[in-house]
């Protein structure tokens, strides 16, 4: 007990936006101090944990067979416990090195979560987070955290409402008198976005590419409205038909032509939670817009498809990537607000 005190009172308390594509880490009374991609890279003969972030991202689709570049979570939940459990402990300890620390930390975390996961999905993240080092873990959903690093003032007798595109997940929320109303949580997302341009190129053009590649030419030139400009970018990969290295270039039209399906099923669930909201927080809703967080936020024309489509005005917040994470660092400071809004835990 009196080591866990004396660690408590050392350690920083952290939040954690643990996403499919990125994770976020922010140290109280710092900000951000990490925002890595959520890939570890494993040798699999030793099972040891070579990489993981940046170092790990440069390496996907260049490995040798024995090394294993991997996103241990998909769909915003972890589909690897052991590699989720060893990169949270990287993060962690990463952390603390930034504060020149040389203990083993014990901080309180909370970590934000799609809303529609499982018990035994909730339960996998908490267990995972405290055999990384947290004394402490405590769950909120992803678009509560962002509404929150959004500073919407989500404890008023108002209508908002929230689209967080990230990257393995799109949540839709509305919320109200700090509660969620309606909601809907869709496996479809920048991962998808980037899945969709990968077959677009192999079936129109037999060229195999990876999924970097695939993210950097939807970041560089991808766009859900036509535009009056042609953008072009330049993607290499493999001939599928004499299995030697080629390029190709690719325009935004078609990026769009690819990820549109994807873009319209979000488009079709905004507007289906709309139609299941309650009329004086639908209203509330058409008055003050709808506010769009995550990286999916950052895709050329979005907010403007979906404010065309839904009738109501698309306001992006500032600096989407970073708003679930922001949400979290102001939980931390106001804890009454996180008990309020937490997900119950398996300790409870």
């Known amino acids: 007990m009196f080591l866990d005190r004396l660690f408590g009172q050392l350690s920083k308390d952290i939040g954690i936006d643990l996403g499919t594509a990125n994770t976020l880490v922010y140290v109280k009374d710092k900000g951000i101090v990490i925002n890595e991609p959520s890939v570890v890279a494993i040798n ?3 099972e040891e944990i070579l990489a993981v972030g ?40 990463k952390t603390h090195r930034k504060e ?26 908490e267990d995972a987070t405290l055999s990384a080092g947290a004394r402490e873990v405590f769950l909120i959903e992803e678009p509560m955290a962002a509404a929150i690093g ?5 404890h008023e007798p108002h209508g908002f409402m929230i689209v967080d595109v990230g990257g393995g997940t799109t949540e839709i929320a509305v919320i109200s008198l700090g509660g969620i109303v309606t909601k809907k949580s869709l496996p479809i997302a920048g991962d998808e976005f980037n899945e969709s341009i990968l077959n677009f190129v192999r079936e129109n053009f037999n060229i195999l590419i990876g999924e970097p590649t695939a993210e950097n030419a939807k970041i560089r030139i991808g766009s859900v409205l036509p535009t009056k400009e ?5 993607i290499r990969g493999r001939n599928l038909l004499d299995g030697l290295p080629t390029e190709t270039v690719i325009t935004n039209a078609q990026i769009r032509e690819a990820i549109l399906p994807s873009i319209n099923a979000i488009v079709e669930n905004i507007i289906n939670t ?4 309650p009329p004086e ?9 709808i506010y769009l967080a995550g990286g999916g936020a950052l895709l050329h024309g979005l907010d403007k498809l979906i404010s065309l489509k839904t009738k109501v005005p698309v306001t992006i917040v500032d600096d989407p990537l970073t708003t679930v994470a922001r949400g979290t660092g102001l ?18």
């Open 100 to 125: 020149h620390r040389a203990f083993v930390p014990r901080p309180r975390i909370i970590i934000g979560l799609p809303m529609e996961v499982t018990e035994v999905e909730r339960k996998a993240v």
């Open 44 to 46: 699999n003969r030793t």
């Open 54 to 93: 940046d170092e790990a991202r440069k390496m996907m689709g260049k490995t040798p067979a024995h090394i294993t570049a991997i996103k241990p979570l998909r769909d915003g939940v972890i589909s690897d416990f052991e590699v989720t459990e060893k990169m949270l402990k990287y993060f962690i300890n």
């Open 281 to 289: 927080l639908a209203a509330d809703i058409h008055e003050r817009g």
């Open 331 to 348: 939980l931390l400071e106001d804890m009454e607000l996180l008990h309020r809004v937490r997900l119950p835990s398996s300790m409870d």
């Open 230 to 234: 042609i953008h072009e970018y330049i």
């Open 150 to 154: 959004a500073r919407i003032p989500i």
């Open 274 to 277: 709309l139609e299941s909201t």
